[in-house]
Every structure is written in C-alpha cells, then in structure tokens.
C-alpha cells in the first residue's frame, strides 16, 4: 500500500519510523516532511495545507492511505476536501472531518459536547469579544488559580493559568480584545481549576469501535520544575504510573465510550485519533481537553512501546474494520527529552548545524525541526529533536535518553533536565 503522511514534526517522524515496519507498506510519502522523515520515507515538498497539490500527488503517486498528523489541516478540512473530489473520494484517511475537528478547533464546542454527553470535565464559563469588563468581573467570582484558553487553535500555547487576579483580568483583555493569539482568542473559557495530576489517553477509533493506545504524560512548560510559560511539550513518559488499571477502567467507561457513543448520536463521522488530555482527581478522570490527532512529544514515546503492526489498525480504522483489532503493547519504559532552541518558545534563531546525529545507538532520535542544507541537518524550528529512551524501569529510559541528549549539540540547544523525575521513586516503574 502506498501510504502519504501530512505533516513535519517530531509527531510526523515518529508515525513515518513506525508505519514503515509495516509488511503493508509499500511506498512512505511525507508532505513536506523533515531531516528525520527523508531517512525512512520521501519527502515532498507540499505544504500541510495545500489540499489541491495533495490531492494532485496522491492521483499520481497511487496513494491509497492519507495519515494526516497536524490539527491545522484537520480543522480546515482535508477530509471534506477529499471526500468531494470524486477522484479522492476512495482514498482512504486517518483524520476526522471539519465537523469532528470542531473538538479541537474549537475549546467551546468541546466543552458544550462533553456536557451534552455526561463527559466529565471542570466547570466553564465562556466570554467574546467585547466582553472583557464581564470576564473581569466573572473572574473576580472565581476561587483561584485561575484558568483561561483561547477557543481556538493556539499551537499549545493557548492556556493561562494564574493565581493573581489582576494577571489574569489583563490578560484576558488581551486576548479578546487586542487578539493575543489572533482569532483563536475571539472567543475565551474561563474554566474551573481542576487540582490533580495530568496525562493524557489516545484512542483510534473508526466511529463504532476503538482501541486503546498506550497512555503518556507530557511536559509543557520550558522550564525545570514545570516553571515558565508554555510550549508545545519539552518531553513525556510512558507508562504512566497512576494510570493503573482501575484508573483506566474509569478512563474508558466515563470517557471513552461516551465520547465516542455521543459522535455518533450527533452524526459526526470520525476515523482517526482522539487524544484526551485528561487530569486525575483524587483517582478519578476529568477531561482537560479533546485533541483530534496525536500529541507532541507524546507519539513518539508511544509509538517506541506499540509491537503491533501499526499500518494495519490504522488501515482497518480508515475502512470502519477496528472491530475485534487488539493492540500489543511492549511492557518497556519509554521517555522523550525534546531538545529545543535557545529562545523557544518566544525568539528563537534557525540554520544552526547539529553535531552528533550520526553515530547509531538503539535510543531513538527523532526529528522535529529539522531540514538538510547542503551536507548537513541543520535547526528549523523551535523544538527541534526528540531523544527517545527505552528501559525495563524509568530509571534505565532516563539514563538512555539523557545519554545521547548530552552527546548531540548545537549552538544554543535546551532541554529541561527534569523529564520523568516527579515519576521517580514509585516501586511500579
């Protein structure tokens, strides 16, 4: 099968390094790809949203499969796209229509679909533009800390949580009056803070019928000890320690079942990926957040941990056949240290070479951004790699991880020193 992947980062790398093992696969195609992609597929060079030109490709390149990666062309619908094409109509596709996107796209459509639907998930109040003098006066109400989320899609950054009042009544003018983050913050939820710890479950389903990926937690903010502000993720684990089985029982019969029963009530077809990022709560699960496609950095310590063949669910899923589909699962230890540039995630600087990418060791090394110029892989973007360790214990992850973080370099590279320490210590892992 020849399969056409959307998207470039370290999510993009980690998905192409496994869909390649697969016996079903027969040509890997990455659009537009990185240094990482171009060592397991072929890159082309097509923008994520350049639904024409992807169209084009897969007609002349025989794609049968389309994975899309990013939430950005989810959103803007690639699915509809495709599906109204008649020349792309039978293609087959990992990622939901507009209509399923909206659970990411849109924080407010989310939240009003898990009330609809019993999900359990922490209280809100949403505001528009126009109405920063009721935010402010509502957030006045309210017991800190203080949360506030942009509606829309804000590249992770979109959250804002604070204990200081007057912090937070500025910057929620800023954001719906001076669009701090553009339109994604037309909108805003103040939402109730939920005191727990975080992490997050990722299920592929076909609409009917899913399965349950392994579980991850992820490191947001820049700085060690979870200080400073947010990023797309500095790293993650996986297993999860408190996600024991009892948790996930909860996970899966409160969330998972009736998020997927309530798409279906409401007519939104969707063959792909929901990530739930979800707090527990004195041991039970309260939905954070719905993303429609995998996290960053999270896929890549999960995907290290899937032995299954991982284009054949992904198959069965597009065509509506998951039922009965089991997933394997390697009991191992998988930690991911994203290596960054100096300055993320505010001003940052590319084209800086990398030094220690070519000596093989059985750590992962997957690329985020990253291009080739001339003979060398230099940095293109702000997280640019991410060291993925496997070990029988978190202990022996984190030293195989940190291990080759320490031998790779460029000027300016960080990385948080602290992935997986507030998970050590605990006898089950």
Same mark, same amino acid.
């Given at each position: 099968?020849?399969?056409?992947?959307? *998207?470039?980062?370290?999510?993009?790398?980690?998905?192409?390094?496994?869909?390649?093992?697969?016996?079903?696969?027969?040509?890997?195609?990455?659009?537009?790809?990185?240094?990482?992609?171009?060592?397991?597929?072929?890159?082309?060079?097509?923008?994520?949203?350049?639904f024409e030109k992807l169209g084009g490709f897969c007609i002349e390149n025989k794609i049968e499969l389309v994975v899309v990666g990013p939430e950005v062309p989810l959103v803007k619908g690639i699915r509809d796209y495709f599906e109204q094409d008649p020349n792309l109509k039978n293609i087959l596709m990992v990622g939901p229509g507009k209509a399923g996107?909206?659970?990411?796209?849109?924080? +407010?459509?989310?939240?009003?679909?898990?009330?609809?639907?019993?999900?359990?998930?922490?209280?809100?109040?949403?505001?528009?533009?126009?109405?920063?003098?009721?935010?402010?006066?509502?957030?006045?109400?309210?017991?800190?800390?203080?949360?506030?989320?942009?509606?829309?899609?804000?590249?992770?950054?979109?959250?804002?949580?604070?204990?200081?009042?007057?912090?937070?009544?500025?910057?929620?003018?800023?954001?719906?009056?001076?669009?701090?983050?553009?339109?994604?913050?037309?909108?805003?939820?103040?939402?109730?803070?939920?005191?727990?710890?975080?992490l997050s479950v990722f299920v592929l389903t076909d609409g009917e019928d899913y399965v349950i990926l392994p579980e991850a937690k992820d490191y947001k903010r820049i700085g060690d000890g979870d200080t400073g502000p947010n990023t797309g993720g500095m790293g993650s684990v996986s297993p999860v320690v408190f996600a024991t089985p009892s948790f996930m029982?909860?996970?899966?019969?409160?969330?998972?079942?009736?998020?997927?029963?309530?798409?279906?009530?409401?007519?939104?077809?969707?063959?792909?990926?929901?990530?739930?990022?979800?707090?527990?709560?004195?041991?039970?699960?309260?939905?954070?957040?719905?993303?429609?496609?995998?996290?960053?950095?999270?896929?890549?310590?999960?995907?290290?941990?899937?032995?299954?063949?991982?284009?054949?669910?992904?198959?069965?899923?597009?065509?509506?056949?998951?039922?009965?589909?089991?997933?394997?699962?390697?009991?191992?230890?998988?930690?991911?240290?994203?290596?960054?540039?100096? *300055?993320?995630?505010?001003?940052?600087?590319?084209?800086?070479?990398?030094?220690?990418?070519? +000596?093989?060791?059985?750590?992962?090394?997957?690329?985020?951004?990253?291009?080739?110029?001339?003979?060398?892989?230099?940095?293109?973007?702000?997280?640019?790699?991410?060291?993925?360790?496997?070990?029988?214990?978190?202990?022996?992850?984190?030293?195989?991880?940190?291990?080759?973080?320490?031998?790779?370099?460029?000027?300016?590279?960080?990385?948080?020193?602290?992935?997986?320490?507030?998970?050590?210590?605990?006898?089950?892992?």
């Amino acid at each position: 099968m020849n399969v056409l992947l959307v *998207g470039n980062g370290g999510r993009e790398h980690a998905l192409a390094w496994k869909i390649k093992q697969s016996t079903h696969c027969s040509e890997l195609f990455v659009a537009p790809g990185n240094a990482g992609t171009a060592l397991v597929a072929k890159n082309v060079a097509i923008g994520i949203d350049e639904f024409e030109k992807l169209g084009g490709f897969c007609i002349e390149n025989k794609i049968e499969l389309v994975v899309v990666g990013p939430e950005v062309p989810l959103v803007k619908g690639i699915r509809d796209y495709f599906e109204q094409d008649p020349n792309l109509k039978n293609i087959l596709m990992v990622g939901p229509g507009k209509a399923g996107a909206q659970l990411e796209g849109s924080k +407010d459509f989310s939240k009003q679909f898990m009330i609809r639907n019993q999900v359990p998930t922490a209280k809100a109040k949403t505001f528009y533009t126009g109405q920063s003098a009721e935010a402010s006066a509502y957030l006045a109400t309210c017991q800190p800390p203080l949360v506030l989320k942009a509606d829309g899609l804000a590249a992770g950054k979109g959250v804002i949580i604070t204990s200081d009042l007057a912090e937070a009544q500025a910057t929620i003018h800023e954001m719906l009056e001076e669009k701090k983050f553009g339109d994604a913050s037309s909108k805003v939820l103040v939402e109730e803070f939920l005191d727990g710890i975080e992490l997050s479950v990722f299920v592929l389903t076909d609409g009917e019928d899913y399965v349950i990926l392994p579980e991850a937690k992820d490191y947001k903010r820049i700085g060690d000890g979870d200080t400073g502000p947010n990023t797309g993720g500095m790293g993650s684990v996986s297993p999860v320690v408190f996600a024991t089985p009892s948790f996930m029982q909860k996970v899966e019969e409160r969330i998972i079942k009736p998020t997927i029963a309530g798409l279906k009530k409401e007519n939104i077809p969707f063959k792909g990926f929901i990530f739930i990022g979800l707090m527990n709560v004195k041991g039970d699960p309260f939905v954070i957040e719905y993303n429609t496609r995998m996290g960053d950095p999270e896929t890549q310590s999960v995907m290290a941990r899937i032995q299954s063949d991982f284009l054949e669910l992904l198959i069965a899923a597009a065509k509506g056949n998951l039922k009965g589909m089991k997933i394997e699962i390697d009991p191992q230890v998988a930690m991911t240290i994203v290596m960054a540039s100096g *300055g993320y995630p505010d001003h940052y600087e590319k084209g800086k070479p990398i030094q220690g990418l070519k +000596d093989r060791h059985e750590t992962l090394v997957f690329h985020a951004g990253t291009k080739i110029a001339g003979e060398q892989i230099v940095t293109d973007g702000g997280r640019v790699l991410g060291i993925t360790g496997r070990g029988k214990t978190l202990v022996e992850a984190h030293t195989k991880a940190y291990d080759i973080v320490a031998k790779i370099s460029w000027e300016g590279a960080y990385y948080r020193s602290d992935i997986g320490q507030d998970l050590q210590g605990n006898p089950k892992i």
